[in-house]
């Protein structure tokens, strides 16, 4: 029996899992960021040995590892991925590809498709009949990720800000970012997010109250969800017009999957425009589309 080892390393973290030649689950496991762009080469090779570690234990040597990473765009040579995972498995057929190749993948599809990734960060990502990936978005948190659990925080928090100002209408997320954050003003909201660095996905977290306090009918939150959810969906926009008409879209993510009012936005929106297009959550998660991938041997 053969074994594939699939592994997504995200934003903030990196699920694996290693599955038979049928698919069959045999173990799974989420560990620290493999980023290297963000944690530097040295932590990352920490973390990727941990979970290899961790799922492989002492005896399994998989028939193929497949590696989808955050911090790349598209397929690693040998050089890089020597330098990533050099020592760490034991198999000689190692994939090192971006996040977004391995949730193309998970769509499990012949052809062309398309997938929109949207949690911490936000991107879509196509790939055309001769295999090649293009995408749209995925300019990091300070130009881009529109839609994302930052960029709804981000709004969110400048949205508390203008109401203590009286330049917008008073809201509840305004009692809701001071519990979050553990401060008891607007002042003490801009010292925490100013006076040291913050990880991205600490404000980021921030995105799940605010979606409560929309859903509660707070109209600043209301048009926080809704600004983000128009914002990501002409990113997707702009992808499928550089795809063939009629493709499936997979829907991926914690924003996607978790924030009901953001996903029926964003379909409605694609809808208008391409309206045979057929949008879903993405049955099988990305680790899975990696272990597609390495059966593929790509």
């Known amino acids: ?42 932590r990352a090779r920490e973390n990727l040995t941990e979970i290899a570690d961790k799922i492989l234990g002492k005896k399994i040597i998989p028939d193929a590892v497949c590696i989808g990473c955050a911090a790349l765009s598209s397929r690693a040579d040998k050089e890089l991925t020597e330098k990533l995972c050099g020592g760490i498995f034991e198999c000689g057929n190692i994939i090192l590809d971006s996040d977004l190749f391995i949730a193309l993948e998970a769509m499990n599809v012949e ?24 995408h749209t978005g995925g300019f990091g948190y300070l130009l881009g990720d529109e839609g994302s659990g930052y960029s709804i925080a981000r709004d969110a928090i ?61 109209g600043a939150a209301k048009a926080v969800i809704r600004r983000n959810a128009e914002n990501f969906a002409e ?29 029926n936005i964003l379909i409605d929106v694609v809808k208008k425009e391409f309206p045979v297009t057929e949008i879903s959550v993405l049955e099988n998660s990305p680790e899975t589309g990696a272990v597609i991938a390495a059966m593929k041997g790509e």
């Open 1 to 42: 029996m053969g074994y594939y080892l699939g592994i997504d390393g995200g934003g903030s973290k990196t699920k694996a899992v290693l599955c038979d030649s049928s698919l069959n689950i045999i173990s799974s496991f989420t560990g620290k960021s493999i980023n290297f762009n963000s944690v530097g080469f040295d």
């Open 111 to 134: 052809g062309s498709c398309a997938v929109a990734v949207c949690g911490t960060g936000s991107m879509a990502a196509g790939r055309l009949e001769d295999g090649s990936v293009i």
């Open 158 to 218: 400048i949205a508390v800000l203008r109401a203590e100002e009286k330049s917008a209408p008073e809201t509840s997320l305004t009692k809701a970012a001071e519990k979050y954050f553990g401060v008891a003003d607007s002042d003490g909201l801009i010292d925490f997010v100013y006076s040291e660095p913050v990880p991205v996905k600490e404000i980021a977290g921030f995105a799940k109250t605010v979606s409560e306090c929309a859903e509660n009918g707070d």
């Open 235 to 263: 990113t997707v926009c702009a992808l499928l017009r550089r795809m063939p008409e009629g493709i499936s879209l997979g829907l991926w993510g914690g924003i996607m999957q978790n924030c009901e009012d953001i996903r």
